[in-house]
């Protein structure tokens, strides 16, 4: 979540947040080690 107005990059920490569900994830491998999957979209 973020305001949507424009905000300086020092006041970032204090201005965006994410929010993210309890047991979101769903693996121990971090996203970085695993294989490149193409989407498919046209």
Known sequence: M???AGF???R???LVAK???PR???TDAHWM???VVPNELA
Do not use: L
């Open 8 to 10: 300086a990059f020092h």
């Open 19 to 21: 929010w993210v569900r």
């Open 33 to 35: 080690h695993q294989p």
């Open 12 to 14: 970032f920490s204090s």
């Open 2 to 4: 973020r305001p949507t």
């Open 24 to 26: 979101h994830v769903q």
